[in-house]
């Protein structure tokens, strides 16, 4: 490796660190969508149905002991604020006391939901939980899933698809390429 790529990783590095008052500088990782959800937490929704109905069954695919009170937290969340982010995408989510780790589940509705008479219908619900105690990452992860979910044509090209696996793929498939990218960029701008 050059001395000038050298430079340039060690100075990314350092840009995406984060300095807490008495620990050492951390390296920030990167959180990725691929990283959270699996093929087996997508799912088609091919006939028509209720929001309510799509909210159950993404948090029934995240396998918790009480699917209940999860279900209730995104009620509640749902009911502080729509988590429609745009045309067709909505990001159901909350903050669970107790959770080890962010957990999320997709779910494509071929027909899609509606849910106010003056939105377009929802086609795409990425639902995910995170632990109450790390709200850092909470919001580093739902900027990354907007990054993704949000780009032109993504939700079309999803909506092509017909497989979990494919759509898993698909998604690791754009993180990978948005990943290239960026170091790609960084190493031009230096």
């Known amino acids: 490796m050059s001395l000038r ?7 990314l590095v350092k840009e995406r660190s984060v300095r807490k008052f008495d620990s050492p500088i951390q390296e920030m990782k990167p959180i990725f969508v691929s990283d959270h959800l699996s093929s087996k937490n997508i799912c088609f929704f091919e006939t028509a149905c209720t929001q309510e109905f799509v909210l159950n ?16 937290a995104i009620r509640e969340r749902e009911e ?34 509606q849910t106010n008479s003056e939105e377009d ?30 780009k032109e044509n993504f939700l079309h090209d999803l909506m092509e698809l017909k497989t979990h696996e494919a759509v898993w793929l698909k998604i690791l498939e754009s993180e990978v390429k948005n990943k290239k990218v960026k170091v790609e960029m960084a190493l031009s701008n230096a």
Request: hydrophobic share 45%; aromatic share 10%; charged share 20%.
């Open 5 to 11: 790529k050298k430079w340039l990783r060690d100075k």
């Open 57 to 72: 069954e993404l948090v029934s695919m995240l396998s918790f002991d009480d699917p209940v009170s999860i279900s209730n």
């Open 80 to 113: 502080s604020g729509s988590t429609v982010v745009t045309s067709g995408i909505a990001f159901p989510h909350a903050r669970i006391s107790g959770l080890g780790e962010i957990r999320a589940a997709l779910g494509i509705c071929s027909t899609g939901i």
């Open 121 to 150: 219908p929802i086609r795409l619900f990425f639902l995910f939980v995170s632990p109450a105690e790390d709200t850092r990452n909470h919001l580093r992860f739902l900027t990354s899933a907007s990054s993704l979910f949000l």
